[in-house]
């Protein structure tokens, strides 16, 4: 059951005692149908809708404490968690300060790469094209096409960055490289 205050337990309460569903009183007070059960199931077991004391560690950060935490990773998405909560001082552990920026609605995703082009690249790409389009299917036909393999000349250095769903090709979400380091060998 997530953490719901002593006020919105005895709101919930006081709305089922007049009759209204779980249902209505999860859309009215904005939290989930199982909460609401929770909660009027633990006021018949222990008539109490107080918490047992030892059950549970409170937030350590409130709103304002980690809004700058979010702030700090939406501004350099290529950060990690702990170096975020450390520059802001966020006053709970890595893991608290990485579930704050998860409820943000902020994932931490594998970055994709772009090679960066420079226009002379891009240039030499169109020539290239331009010279092979004016040859026929006869041309084509003759051409043999064999395997290669693909070699890369440094580490797999995975990048991670933190960023929203289905923003992966955003310009401040990819990781930009010069080169590929990659060669291909013929076998």
């Not at 290669?148 to 401040?172: A, D, G, I, M």
């Amino acid at each position: 059951m997530p953490a719901v205050s002593l006020i919105y337990k005895a709101r919930v309460i006081a709305l089922v005692e007049s009759g209204m569903s779980y249902g209505q009183v999860a859309v009215a007070m904005g939290i989930p149908k199982s909460t609401i059960y929770s909660i009027v199931q633990k006021r018949r077991r222990e008539q109490t809708i107080v918490r047992r004391p030892g059950s549970g560690e409170r937030q350590i950060s409130s709103l304002a404490q980690y809004e700058p935490l979010v702030s700090e990773i939406k501004r350099s998405p290529f950060a990690i968690a702990a170096s975020a909560a450390a520059t802001t001082r966020f006053p709970g552990s890595t893991k608290t300060a990485r579930r704050r920026i998860r409820t943000a609605g902020i994932r931490n995703y594998v970055a994709a790469r772009k090679v960066g082009l420079t226009p002379r690249h891009k240039e030499l790409r169109l020539g290239f094209a331009l010279e092979q389009f004016v040859h026929d299917n006869d041309f084509w036909n003759r051409i043999v096409f064999s395997d290669e393999k693909t070699f890369q000349s440094s580490p797999n250095c995975r990048l991670r960055v933190y960023r929203p769903r289905n923003t992966r090709y955003e310009p401040q979400y990819v990781q930009e490289e010069d080169r590929s380091r990659r060669f291909s060998v013929n076998m």
